[in-house]
């Protein structure tokens, strides 16, 4: 009976001891999975910034990097002059994409070739960051043609420098009587704008005013 209970004791105990090295063996694959998502988004984090502070080449000088290769392929953490002979051998560069990585994070690339997509990519980003600003062109409604036609001109300028125009038909004292047949200003000025704009929002009344929106034609 003693000798049952000891060996039951010494099976519960390797049970419980191969359930802790599993759990431990778990634990260090989970923090392995963290640093490597990590330096995933440190990349990641890294290529929306700008391209003027990269390290190239024997720039590079940490004693341990994480290596990417040409092909995108993980070749693992070696040193800097380990990853510099692969990078030679393929007539390439060692480019540091991560540098807050841990360890850094470094690309087998040809360095011209990335620089300038990269650089294309920053100008296409600025571009969509363009503000819009919104001109305003006021007119009234006993606006003679020269005048008009000034406005037109300036609207113009305003359209093709991607600017949207706010068109204000103002309105005074007797003027409000006649605010129907006034809107024909406003559709001529848009007539005479239709090759270069659009209507964004058409002849509304507000207060005492008749507002039109153009925006640049696409």
């Not at 419980?16 to 999975?33: E, F, P, R, T, Y």
């Not at 004292?173 to 848009?190: C, Q, T, W, Y």
Request: proline residues 2%; positive net charge; hydrophobic residues 40%.
């Amino acid at each position: 009976m003693l000798r049952e209970d000891a060996h039951n004791v010494q099976r519960e105990s390797a049970l419980q001891l191969h359930n802790g090295a599993q759990s431990v063996a778990s634990l260090l694959l989970i923090k392995d999975c963290g640093r490597l998502l990590a330096d995933l988004s440190a990349l990641f984090y890294w290529r929306c910034n700008t391209i003027s502070d990269l390290m190239i080449n024997e720039q590079i000088r940490d004693r341990e990097i994480r290596v990417i290769g040409s092909d995108g392929q993980q070749l693992g953490i070696m040193s800097s002059k380990e990853a510099m002979k692969i990078a030679r051998e393929a007539d390439l560069d060692l480019v540091k994409v991560a540098p807050q990585a841990k360890p850094p994070v470094c690309k087998i690339i040809d360095y011209g070739k990335y620089r300038y997509e990269m650089a294309r990519k920053e100008k296409e980003a600025k571009k969509k960051q363009k503000t819009i600003d919104v001109k305003e062109i006021r007119l009234s409604p006993n606006i003679d043609t020269n005048d008009l036609n000034t406005k037109v001109n300036h609207a113009r300028k305003f359209l093709k420098k991607g600017d949207r125009v706010k068109v204000t038909l103002r309105f005074r004292g007797r003027e409000l009587a006649h605010v129907n047949s006034s809107k024909v200003i406003l559709d001529n000025f848009a007539e005479q704008l239709s090759d270069c704009a659009v209507i964004e929002k058409p002849a509304k009344f507000e207060g005492r005013s008749m507002i039109m929106f153009l925006g640049e034609k696409r």
